[in-house]
T-cell receptor, first 112, second 111 residues
Framework: DGGITQSPKYLFRKEGQNVTLSCEQNLNHDAMYWYRQDPGQGLRLIYYSQIVNDFQKGDIAEGYSVSREKKESFPLTVTSAQKNPTAFYLC???????????FGPGTRLLVL | ELKVEQNPLFLSMQEGKNYTIYCNYSTTSDRLYWYRQDPGKSLESLFVLLSNGAVKQEGRLMASLDTKARLSTLHITAAVHDLSATYFCAVGNFGNEKLTFGTGTRLTIIP
């Protein structure tokens, strides 16, 4: 079945630690996105990529980094510079520019 | 900067009633989406609206777009409990991939 997978479902981060969230899609979509959702809030864009080996900052990129070495994969690293990382992280993809974005199941990140 | 406002933020309604959720946005846009989110879950795409006067319907949900008023509505007809969820609108910016999401409307349908 085609879809978007994210792992892990839950992730715990210690102080000063970098952690990486995985996002994989087999929809053959060109564009991929990372969003952060805080409790009771909407989604805010962290980074997005329209094509392999290229990505752009979203509205809240500070403390995060990404790579796009393969079309299917768009991992997000939450660095130690992100002081308030506790949130629900959602990955999405879309086929072409301005098409509907489809979302993965999400990763919940908690700080120990 | 594009801003998106939804209202109401919370809505509790009885089964069988009709109601409307509103989504206002601040600058010209070329597309608007409606999504549904169940508690602790991801977002599910409901509708995409691309032109002024566009209307889409699926079951008890109907979405419309008025680009001149910068307003979209999501109308719920004869609500049933299964429609309880948080509904988000998201508005696209001309010329790029970015979407700006509203804060969501948490809908609770009371039997």
């Amino acid at each position: 079945d085609g879809g978007i997978t994210q792992s892990p479902k839950y992730l715990f981060r210690k102080e000063g630690q970098n952690v990486t969230l995985s996002c994989e899609q087999n929809l053959n979509h060109d564009a991929m996105y990372w969003y952060r959702q805080d409790p009771g809030q909407g989604l805010r864009l962290i980074y997005y990529s329209q094509i392999v080996n290229d990505f752009q900052k979203g509205d809240i990129a500070e403390g995060y980094s990404v790579s796009r070495e393969k079309k299917e994969s768009f991992p997000l690293t939450v660095t130690s510079a992100q002081k308030n990382p506790t949130a629900f992280y959602l990955c999405a993809s879309s086929g072409q520019i301005q098409e509907t974005q489809y979302f993965g199941p999400g990763t919940r990140l908690l700080v120990l | 900067e594009l801003k998106v406002e939804q209202n109401p933020l919370f809505l509790s309604m009885q089964e069988g009633k009709n109601y409307t959720i509103y989504c206002n946005y601040s600058t010209t846009s070329d597309r608007l989406y409606w999504y549904r989110q169940d508690p602790g879950k991801s977002l599910e795409s409901l509708f995409v609206l691309l032109s002024n006067g566009a209307v889409k319907q699926e079951g008890r949900l109907m979405a419309s777009l008025d680009t001149k008023a910068r307003l979209s509505t999501l109308h719920i007809t004869a609500a049933v409990h299964d429609l309880s969820a948080t509904y988000f609108c998201a508005v696209g910016n001309f010329g790029n991939e970015k979407l700006t999401f509203g804060t969501g409307t948490r809908l609770t349908i009371i039997p």
